[in-house]
């Protein structure tokens, strides 16, 4: 089994996702490539002790990028919004 913390790798913090972590009580987190919707839920739930209701994931493709005659591609990497329980709260979106 994964170390949750190896499946749930960054909070995303943006406008949006602070109004939807107020009004809809959903949180945006940077997760494992290769984590499913079970995994991210499970590592979610023991690493802030609350409980989750859904998990949704988008695969984000990496950007084209160049430097002068040089190109090359950032990573891909993978969004997970998950809808917790009303009631339960998540202290580091808090602000």
Do not use: C
Not at 30 to 51: G, L, T
Request: no cysteine; hydrophobic share 35%; net charge positive.
């Amino acid at each position: 089994m994964i170390h949750p913390r190896n499946i749930v790798i960054s909070p995303i913090i943006t406008e949006k996702s602070e109004n939807q972590a107020q009004n809809q009580n959903t949180y945006t987190f940077k997760v494992s490539i290769n984590a499913n919707k079970i995994e991210i839920k499970h590592a979610i739930e023991k690493i802030f002790s609350v409980k989750v209701l859904d998990v949704n994931t988008i695969r984000m493709l990496g950007k084209p990028k160049r430097l002068g005659k040089y190109s090359g591609k950032r990573p891909d990497w993978k969004k997970a919004i998950v809808t917790l329980r009303s009631g339960d709260k998540i202290a580091d979106f808090e602000v």
